[in-house]
């Protein structure tokens, strides 16, 4: 089965959407009435829409410039998309929305943010200087069925400081860290600089460090000495920034599909680009878990900033010294925050940041604030201890159930050649009609290099005319690709799926290998022109099962 096939059935994503709907009847009949209320959105973030219950699982990757973002999405996806450009200088100077859509196109951010399908719509009060700078790339990759990933143009370092984009970065960043399930920040083993933009850029993921996996990239272009020196710059340096008892997780690579250079923490790079891929394909799987969190977060959140406007409201003066008497309640804020906690135990971590808050009431009408209304308040204390104790439950049965997903760049097949990982339908190639003929013939584009490419495979020993998983990994390793790339190589070889290569499948598998080695990008699926003479009576029977 293919991993488009796979991701589309119902069956496997049933469960989050009965979690989802949910999730929504009690967002709009407990929750947004509330929020209108108490004018929630008028301080804090927007009213949710259908779009931000129902999107995919979304990755923002961010980082300054030169840090390898963009490859880094490539790797990814495996392939170019719309509008990127690699190079030392900064090359991003837009966010772009990787998205999938059945042909590829580029949506300006003007018209995506009015299509009620896309969870963009609350991005119109940055303006025009931002939305100019925001598109969304639809385009037909596999990964993107599962994921949409949110490209950033590259944090400024300090030496750049000194140029405005126009708009709030910061605000932007802290956006889309509210919306998305997974933050990848990327920082370069060569130059580890912490800009005054990118440490504003951590003030935009305050409260969201759980989403937060920093990942320092071309680690295999410096020695292990170089290395240990510079993750403990990095850890010493985010320890000051984000002041969390717990450690961030920083995954130490080369997020690229391009060779590696051989060095003495090679395997090292290898089982954490291994830890990175599992827990960015495990997004979809996890996509319900994190909409009821976000939702609970959500609700206290709603239920501390009621009680700060009812608060407020009951303070102020009927008539008389109005003013005098707003500017005094703002100035006391942080003393009325310690009142309410105590008066109505409500935990400190639910409360908005202070600061914030006295800026948001400054151009407020206390006047016009409300009581606390208590039909309201009880609905909201049945949503957090009755309604979300049902979802948790009807989450941890259907957990039960669930089968491990495919994986995000062929992650099954990562770290390992096992012969276990290619139980299921063997890979189908579906022929269209312009290549029947093509496939027909005996021609085959490997047979010229064959020769030689059998002569290594002689030399491995081969077993009853074929080599072992085991074998084949120990020479491929040599090449110096990625174990991901590798395994999608192994996969695209192993057309009869049994575990083994014989000469011919060997044969491809080094022709792929060295049209990656050229700089090729590699198919998803095998081209028609490149499945072997003796296996296509086989594959193209089993396309008609």
């Known amino acids: 089965m293919s991993i488009r096939r796979f991701w589309s059935s119902p069956k496997t994503l049933g469960d989050v959407n009965v979690v989802t709907e949910e999730l929504k009847n009690f967002y709009y009949k407990r929750l947004l009435p509330i929020e209108k209320y108490y004018s929630f959105h008028h301080f804090h973030s927007p009213s949710w829409e259908d779009a931000d219950f129902d999107n995919k699982p979304m990755v923002l990757v961010m980082g300054q410039y030169s840090t390898g973002k963009t490859t880094f999405i490539r790797y990814l996806l495996e392939e170019d998309f719309p509008g990127s450009r690699v190079g030392p200088e900064p090359t991003t100077d837009c966010f772009t929305a990787l998205m999938y859509g059945e042909e590829e196109r580029v949506i300006p951010g003007n018209a995506i943010t009015v299509d009620p399908k896309k969870p963009f719509r609350n991005l119109d009060p940055f303006g025009n200087s931002f939305l100019n700078r925001f598109q969304c790339v639809q385009t037909p990759n596999p990964v993107l069925e599962n994921i949409s990933i949110i490209d950033t143009p590259g944090i400024l370092t300090a030496a750049k400081r000194k140029f405005s984009r126009g708009y709030d970065f910061q605000a932007v960043l802290r956006w889309f860290a509210e919306r998305v399930d997974r933050i990848i920040l990327l920082f370069d083993a060569h130059k580890l600089e912490f800009s005054d933009e990118l440490t504003r850029a951590f003030g935009a993921l305050y409260g969201y460090e759980d989403k937060l996996r920093v ?121 009325i925050f310690t009142k309410i906690q105590q008066q109505h135990r409500v935990p400190a971590g639910d409360f908005p940041d202070c600061t914030k808050m006295q800026e948001k009431l400054l151009g407020q009408d206390f006047s016009k604030f409300k009581s606390l209304k208590p039909s309201l308040m009880r609905s909201l204390d049945k949503l957090l201890t009755i309604d979300i104790a049902s979802l948790v439950l009807l989450l941890q049965q259907q957990e039960q159930k669930k089968k491990s997903l495919p994986a995000v760049l062929d992650g099954e097949f990562l770290g390992t050649f096992r012969r276990e990982q290619f139980r299921g339908d063997p890979f189908k190639e579906m022929l269209k009609d312009d290549e029947i003929n093509e496939a027909d013939s005996d021609e085959w584009v490997v047979e010229k290099y064959k020769p030689k490419y059998d002569e290594i495979f002689y030399n491995l020993s081969p077993h009853a005319g074929k080599l072992s998983g085991t074998k084949v990994k120990r020479w491929m390793t040599t090449t110096n690709l990625p174990n991901s790339v590798l395994a999608h190589i192994w996969r695209l070889s192993d057309i009869d799926r049994d575990g083994m290569l014989d000469n011919e499948e060997f044969a491809l598998a080094v022709h792929l290998i060295e049209g990656k080695l050229d700089g090729h990008w590699l198919p998803r699926e095998l081209p028609s022109h490149l499945v072997p003479p003796s296996k296509r009576l086989s594959t193209s029977s089993d396309t008609t099962v």
């Open 215 to 335: 990942v320092l990239n071309k680690a295999d272009r410096v020695d292990s000495q170089q290395l240990m020196r510079v993750y403990g710059a990095l850890m010493w340096s985010l320890g000051k920034v984000f002041r969390t008892p717990e450690i961030l997780r920083v995954y130490t690579g080369s997020f690229w599909s391009e060779p590696r250079q051989r060095c003495d923490h090679y395997e090292l790079i290898e089982l954490e680009e291994e830890d990175l891929l599992t827990d960015i394909r495990n997004l979809p799987r996890n996509a319900a878990v994190r909409k009821l969190n976000d939702l609970v977060k959500r609700a206290r959140f709603v239920r501390a900033h009621a009680h700060i406007i009812s608060y407020l409201k009951q303070a102020m003066p009927t008539i008389f010294c109005k003013e005098s008497k707003k500017h005094s309640l703002i100035y006391e804020l942080p003393v």
